[in-house]
């Protein structure tokens, strides 16, 4: 894909000190991406020798349903603190106020609902199931309380304090299991509690800082409480892609064809990290961009540069990992995890489709647009499901893998059509790289290489 002519007025020439700003707050997100990825492939790869592909298969089911379960009630909370402290700043106090008794009520009812969840899709493994029961207890509060306060940092452009607190977590994690792999010591509840005990620093480093402000009295803005979830809950669909926030194809492998596939599927999944971990992290600074944008203009460079940008930056590392599975798979996870390649492969092509559809999604949200990204994930649920239903009975971990791809494309068409319709970006604005995209991802690349061509700290504007 050549770079088009420069001359379109979607391209026209912006303030050299907001697209700097914006280059360098792109490089150390994605820089703090990367070594997340790193820790969590490091992780990923001692625990899975550790516990082999079934065991591993239970780990992941552990995880996956407290997680949905926190993911699917914030009733899209999160999002609306980022939108709200990015577009309306005024409201910030109270945001902060807010988040006590929200975080608080919201987690007692989500501990209600999650145990029995918990309860019943592991009722077939006694131990397992207990353990996932007091995941389920500890790590909703723990989640949600971090992500409140986190979304604070990212609309209000900390994103220095923002990535700190998503590499708190792996790298805690990491260094935990790391020292139970030195010991030998490959147990489900072990590596469980470290991953409450990497979310509960997180929590520290989130919050941490606020007790630096003048805070308001924790209480219940109502205003900007109702404000908040009629952001959010038009956003929360969009939020819970369904085979990567819902992870359906995920449940459906561990609930139809057992732990092994489960874990099989898993690495399959933790393979792709790095690809579909970069389209979150370019959506996390394309949110604020486009949601802070002074005008219509503005938003609309914003938008179409944000996902140029994505374009650019996932095709090429997509194509090395289909050339590289075969051999880093059985590298880094073991021998026993080579079925899992054609799997990684199949993803791969999904993963670049889902972090393209993550990064349009972002910056429908920030142009106002919370729904437009949630019916391309109802969308995606339609194709989805059925899929599932059809290929893994069929295929097994290949039809799940092919599933997913198939509904992470669909959403992305969908989301292509609605910023053509509703933000009025045109398919070629964002298809069609241009000469600037290529000095974009030059200076994004170099903060990302080497920070120390970012400023000492990042300038809220």
Request: some cysteine.
């Amino acid at each position: 894909m050549m770079p088009a002519n420069d001359s379109r007025p979607m391209d026209a020439a912006s303030d050299p000190n907001l697209v700097n700003l914006r280059a360098r707050q792109t490089g150390t997100t994605l820089l703090s991406t990367g070594l997340i990825s790193v820790a969590g492939i490091i992780s990923g790869a001692l625990v899975a020798r550790l516990l082999g592909p079934s065991d591993r298969g239970l780990l992941a089911a552990i995880l996956l349903w407290p997680t949905v379960v926190a993911y699917v009630g914030d009733l899209g909370g999160p999002s609306g603190y980022t939108y709200l402290s990015s577009a309306k700043r005024d409201r910030v106090p109270a945001l902060i106020g807010n988040l006590l008794a929200l975080g608080a009520v919201q987690s007692g009812i989500l501990i209600v609902v999650g145990i029995p969840i918990a309860a019943a899709a592991m009722q077939a493994y006694p131990s397992a199931m207990l353990i996932c029961i007091a995941f389920t207890i500890t790590y909703i509060p723990l989640n949600l309380f971090t992500r409140y306060a986190n979304a604070l940092n990212q609309g209000m452009g900390r994103f220095a304090q923002f990535n700190a607190v998503r590499m708190t977590v792996q790298f805690v994690y990491v260094a935990a299991v790391v020292t139970l792999f030195v010991i030998r010591a490959p147990r489900l509840d072990l590596i469980v509690g470290v991953t409450v005990l990497s979310n509960v620093v997180a929590l520290l480093v989130a919050v941490g800082p606020l007790f630096g402000w003048h805070l308001p009295k924790p209480r219940l803005d109502l205003k900007v409480l109702r404000e908040t979830f009629a952001y959010g809950i038009r956003a929360q669909v969009g939020n819970l892609n369904p085979m990567e926030g819902l992870q359906l194809d995920l449940a459906v492998v561990f609930l139809f064809l057992g732990p092994r596939a489960a874990g099989l599927y898993a690495i399959a999944l933790a393979s792709t990290l790095v690809l579909r971990a970069a389209g979150i992290s370019l959506g996390m600074v394309a949110f604020p961009s486009v949601a802070g944008s002074n005008d219509v203009i503005a938003r609309q460079q914003a938008f179409a540069r944000s996902f140029r940008l994505a374009v650019l930056m996932l095709v090429p590392a997509a194509i090395a990992l289909l050339a590289l599975a075969g051999f880093l798979v059985p590298l880094v996870y073991g021998n026993s995890f080579l079925d899992a390649v054609p799997a990684v492969r199949i993803l791969t092509v999904g993963a670049v489709a889902a972090s393209l559809r993550r990064v349009l999604g972002d910056c429908l949200r920030g142009s106002g647009q919370p729904m437009a990204a949630s019916v391309s994930e109802v969308l995606s649920l339609a194709i989805g499901l059925p899929a599932l239903a059809l290929l893994v009975a069929r295929y097994g971990i290949n039809g799940a893998a092919t599933a997913a791809g198939l509904s992470y494309t669909a959403a992305l068409a969908a989301s292509v059509l609605f910023a053509w319709r509703l933000a009025m970006v045109h398919p070629r604005d964002l298809f069609a790289l241009r000469r600037s995209d290529l000095q974009t991802a030059r200076a994004v690349l170099r903060h990302a290489i080497w920070p120390a061509y970012s400023a000492p700290s990042d300038k809220v504007i």
